[in-house]
């Protein structure tokens, strides 16, 4: 399948694998990733995340420390990092599901434990979804700065049910 086919179909589970798959082994291909991703969700691109990992129920995602997250403390904004939170959930759930089933966050919670300075590293486990049952899934969220101490810890809750 060439990439641009990949491309076409990223909206949909399978091709988001399918494109990750591809990207995952290009040089800057997390960048990329997460460039594709702010192209669907226009607000999450504001935040110009990289994907470090992706696979079923997993995701990894990168976020730079830059002045324009930056708050009046100097440090990355609350928003910037709930914005970095439910990025990581949705991938992780995104490339779980099957292309039958769909979901939707339906709340956000964070627990902001420090200021957070420098690059961060959101990571996100969800389970394992099988079908398109309607069900809701709570999925938990750390980001961690470079040192590798939890800076906040979010939990998204998601609907799942059938495309």
């Not at 609350?78 to 339906?106: F, K, Y």
């Amino acid at each position: 399948m060439s990439p641009f086919t990949r491309l076409k179909n990223l909206a949909r589970p399978s091709g988001l694998r399918s494109v990750w798959s591809y990207l995952r082994a290009v040089p800057g291909g997390g960048v990329i990733m997460g460039r594709l991703v702010g192209r669907l969700a226009p607000y999450t691109g504001t935040i110009r995340p990289v994907v470090l990992q992706l696979e079923p129920g997993y995701a990894k995602v990168r976020m730079e420390d830059r002045p324009a997250l930056r708050n009046h403390l100097r440090s990355v904004h609350a928003i910037a990092l709930i914005n970095l939170a439910e990025a990581t959930s949705g991938l992780a759930m995104m490339v779980t599901l099957q292309d039958d089933a769909r979901g939707i966050p339906n709340r956000l919670e964070i627990d902001y434990l420090k200021k957070a300075r420098g690059p961060m590293i959101a990571e996100c486990t969800c389970p394992s979804i099988s079908g398109n049952e309607k069900k809701n899934y709570v999925v938990e969220i750390d980001i961690k700065n470079e040192a590798g101490e939890v800076v906040a810890r979010a939990k998204a809750m998601w609907v799942v049910g059938p495309a």
